[in-house]
């Protein structure tokens, strides 16, 4: 149980595309996703916590415009890179914590974006 | 400001020892601190919750201690095998929506 996956797993473009990342809960439902950001060799950094149905909250430095989240359902939210640059080469994974109320957060296997 | 830190970002330990991880914060309050398993290029796996209140959680090989006057928990491992080989996250948690941040993290290498 508490399975979620990611789409794709990884990702090459070309810098100025925008690329999208989908989230899903297989198995559960999920009140809350959470979007996280993890350079080589360091921890996961917090982008933006997204509710079902309502807009995402973001972290201090994170451009809501350029990282776009859409949380329409239960099961599944996205992550769109906009006008991707190389900069935004990173491992984006997304987690997500059951409606039940458990603390514990799932998260999925992560997609890594290339941008040339 | 408020940071979290784990012992070391390496340790290597021998198969069937007892590994520890250490994971201190500062100028948090948690009401929970969760564990996380990180294999390379993976999503974290998660491991253990334990709760302000609670002292000590065991699941299988792993005990969890959470200290709130040394704002410290303990991670270990006991009977280590390299297939416990990878990264552990601490991540001490707050609040109803969850808030959670997460340590850098510590590679463990149990070597046979």
């Known amino acids: 149980g508490a399975v979620v996956s990611q789409h794709p797993s990884w990702v090459i473009c070309k810098s100025g595309t925008s690329v999208k990342i989908e989230c899903r809960s297989l198995d559960f439902q999920a009140t809350t996703m959470f979007w996280y950001r993890q350079f080589p060799k360091q921890s996961l950094m917090l982008m933006a916590t997204?509710?079902?149905?309502?807009?995402?909250?973001?972290e201090q430095g994170v451009e809501k415009d350029k990282f776009l989240i859409n949380h329409a359902s239960l099961t599944l939210s996205t992550l769109t890179v906009t006008s991707a640059h190389p900069e935004d080469s990173s491992f984006y994974i997304c987690?997500?914590?059951?409606?039940?109320?458990?603390?514990?957060?799932?998260f999925g296997p992560g997609t890594r974006l290339l941008v040339l | 400001s408020q940071k979290i830190e784990q012992n070391s970002e390496a340790l290597n330990i021998q198969e069937g020892k007892t590994a520890t991880l250490t994971c201190n914060y500062t100028n948090y309050s948690p009401a929970y601190l969760q564990w996380y398993r990180q294999d390379p290029g993976r999503g974290p796996v998660f491991l253990l919750l334990?709760?302000?209140?609670?002292k000590e959680k065991r699941k299988e090989r792993l005990k969890v201690t959470f200290d709130t006057t040394l704002k410290q928990s303990l991670f270990h491992i006991t009977a280590s095998q390299p297939a416990d080989s990878a990264t552990y996250l601490c991540?001490?948690?707050?609040?109803?929506?969850?808030?959670?941040?997460f340590g850098a993290g510590t590679r463990l290498t149990v070597k046979p």
């Open positions: 997204s509710n079902e149905g309502s807009k995402a909250t973001y």
């Open positions: 991540a001490p948690g707050w609040g109803n929506n969850n808030d959670m941040r």
């Open positions: 334990i709760r302000e209140n609670e």
């Open positions: 987690s997500a914590r059951e409606s039940t109320g458990r603390t514990a957060q799932y």
